[in-house]
């Protein structure tokens, strides 16, 4: 019987596992929660709430055109809000003991509620001015092709 090379032997030793190895294998580790999703939800006001589904859901649809695209700096935007800017502010007003809300109406005189709302309001402008833009590369395309083929192949009158 031939001795078995470095290769097969390296190879056995990372790939093949004795049965009673893989048996004793703890199972893979659950996925980690995402990053937007909070545990503090319940404690945001209902106002709120639709504003925040409505900012995840805009920025699911942006990251995926942003990816088909290959936009990097629209990428790395949209992963900052989502993983740590958003999460970040709701925990924060979370985080505040509602009776103690009212020191910020004080302080500010507007309610913290308000606040959270005004600033979820800014990054829905923000997440709108990015779909903007992004449309706006689809529409210079556009553009350009239609160019392209009144070159190519005449223009056309709208009344032909």
Known sequence: MAKPTFWERLKAFFFQRAPEEQATLPPPASPAPAADDTS???RLP???LA?????RKMLGELDQRA???SLFDEKLELE???GKHLPALLRSY????PEHRAEIFRETGRSASF?????????SDRLEEMSRQLARGNLDAFSENI???DTKYGASSPFD
Do not use: G, T, W
Request: proline share 3%; hydrophobic share 35%; net charge neutral.
């Open 40 to 42: 503090c939800d319940d």
């Open 46 to 48: 209902d106002s709120s």
């Open 51 to 55: 504003k925040v589904q409505e900012i």
């Open 67 to 69: 990816r088909e695209r």
């Open 80 to 82: 900052r809000l989502r």
């Open 94 to 97: 979370a985080d505040i003991p």
């Open 115 to 123: 606040l959270l709302n005004e600033r979820l309001d800014k990054i």
């Open 147 to 149: 160019r392209f083929v």
